[in-house]
């Protein structure tokens, strides 16, 4: 008997796969038989990414989401796929009163925007196939809680949940689910442009106050979760927020 959660013979587009969460995702996915399309912005990243997964026919499509032309050609070239992640995600750190609307602006189009119009474009181009299931990688952070000096995050991540409900409905009638993952902090590389403010021993103190289960989260956590929403065992699941962050939002 097959399990309900195996991705055997689904393809799987991850983007954002490059690193941290993104590749976490698309490891595992591989090993429970997903054929995985690789995407990021780069070649190299990538490449040491499908060194690690498993099984066979993967492949790499490098595009810059925040380009709708680079969205449009990465959706000509794909095969009908069975599931997308749309991981792709950058921070930035400002208090309100230094917001600058070009930096808003480039938060909201890596965050926002590209997953929003490229659903729209493999929608429009008929790239996902009926029972189909798109996970979005949304945050804790402006959809369950806010953050200080964090606010244009919060506020891209809040708006793409937003649009996460809508699309659920929309797709609905086509058997096509939609849903998000709420991860809490997550330690990878994308933390790295917050170090000067942020150090381990902020971390380390954040683990033990803040967190119930008393550490911070590793990319498979957030793929296990992914998994169950990519998979049958979740057939009628959708427009749901799955919350992976070791009981932060129960403080």
Known sequence: MISPFSLEGKTVLVTGSSSGIGRGIAVECSKMGARIILNGRSMQRLEETMTLLSGSGHSII????????????LVQSIPQIDGCVFCAGIPQVCPVKH???????DIFSVNTLAPIMMTSALAKRKKI?????????????????????DVSYNAS??????????????????????NAVNPGLVPTNILHLTNSMFSEEHHADIMLNSYPLKRLGKPEDIAYGVIYLLSDASGW???????IDGGYVLN
């Not at 490098?62 to 050609?73: F, G, M, V, Y």
């Not at 991540?157 to 939609?178: H, P, T």
């Open 62 to 73: 490098e595009a810059d989401l925040s380009n709708q032309s680079e969205i449009e050609k």
């Open 129 to 149: 196939t009926k029972g189909a299931s798109l996970v979005f990688i949304e945050s804790i952070s402006g959809v369950y809680v806010g953050t200080r000096g």
């Open 157 to 178: 991540k809040a708006a793409l949940n937003g649009f996460v409900k809508g699309a659920a409905l929309e797709f609905a009638s086509q058997g096509i689910r939609v």
């Open 99 to 105: 917001i600058k609307r070009g930096e808003l602006e």
């Open 237 to 243: 699941v959708t427009g749901t927020n799955l919350v």
